[in-house]
């Protein structure tokens, strides 16, 4: 085995019967360029782990937690499609029913750190679990590549909270909030169900959540070739440790510049449609 002691000194050690023992590299001459060359390896990779480092230090200092709020953000499968403009490539898989996680996003910040990078490996023991509650419904975008960009563009920046400071930490708190803000059992509670027919003011859809989310979320709809407005996103305020009764007006105005996501606030002059899920025909719910 080599090794390498600090930047100039290389032993080889050797294992014999008795005991390991070290020898000099000069009395091995056969050996002393296998040595120089595996010493030389060893240190520009330490040098190269260095520069790193320090890219992802000054990365930080500069995207130190600029932001105070966060929105956990969560889309309707049965009106995502109506969303997109190119409807052909969407998909709704058979065994989504229910609100599924568009991401959590850190106000004001974006893509806070290109150089910490995110592996299928670290969502492996997650994966079950992420891909039943946070699937692509994009047919050309497999889940792992969704959440590859909900993590470089999102995650980056909320990794600034220990809570949340590497991916596996940062899934973990989004499906945290996922069980936790249970949407679906809190409408049908309160008698909204999906439906064609049925449409419900924006007061009764948001009065049914209040008692979940309190009063600080949005309601965002799309309009579909009818002109109804559809029920499409559910935006959710929330602190840097998960917890409701974060208000950032000035951030929410700011990311409105930056945030392009689809959708729009949902009127409170006309009724709203809440879509049932058709997965044989996604593109056209209501068909």
Request: hydrophobic residues 35%; aromatic residues 12%.
């Amino acid at each position: 085995m080599v090794i390498c002691d600090g930047w100039f000194t290389c032993k080889t050690f050797f294992q014999h019967d008795r005991a390991s023992e070290s020898v000099n590299v000069s009395d091995i001459a056969s050996d002393k360029m296998s040595v120089i060359w595996v010493c030389s390896a060893v240190l520009l990779i330490g040098w190269v782990l260095a520069q790193d480092q320090a890219q992802w230090s000054t990365s930080e200092i500069s995207h130190s937690c600029n932001w105070t709020c966060m929105l956990f953000t969560l889309q309707w499968p049965g009106s995502f499609c109506l969303s997109i403009d190119n409807k052909n490539i969407c998909r709704i898989p058979q065994d989504i029913q229910e609100w599924t996680i568009h991401g959590l996003w850190p106000l004001k910040d974006h893509y806070c750190c290109a150089c910490w990078p995110i592996f299928h490996s670290h969502l492996q023991e997650l994966e079950p679990e992420i891909s039943q509650l946070w699937p692509s419904f994009i047919k050309t975008r497999s889940d792992f590549a969704f959440w590859k960009d909900e993590w470089i563009k999102h995650g980056t920046c909320a990794g600034c909270v220990e809570n949340m400071g590497s991916p596996v930490l940062y899934f973990k708190t989004v499906l945290k909030l996922r069980l936790l803000f249970d949407v679906d059992s809190a409408l049908a509670n309160a008698g909204i169900k999906p439906s064609c027919n049925v449409s419900y003011k924006h007061d009764a859809l948001h009065g049914a959540l209040e008692p979940l989310l309190g009063d600080n979320f949005v309601l965002q709809c799309v309009t579909d070739g009818k002109e109804r407005e559809a029920w499409v996103q559910l935006k959710i305020q929330v602190s840097k440790n998960a917890t409701l009764g974060c208000r950032a007006t000035e951030e929410l105005e700011s990311n409105k510049v930056t945030n392009t996501t689809y959708g729009h606030p949902c009127p409170t002059n006309t009724t709203i449609f809440y879509f049932p899920i058709n997965h044989k025909h996604p593109k056209q719910p209501c068909t």
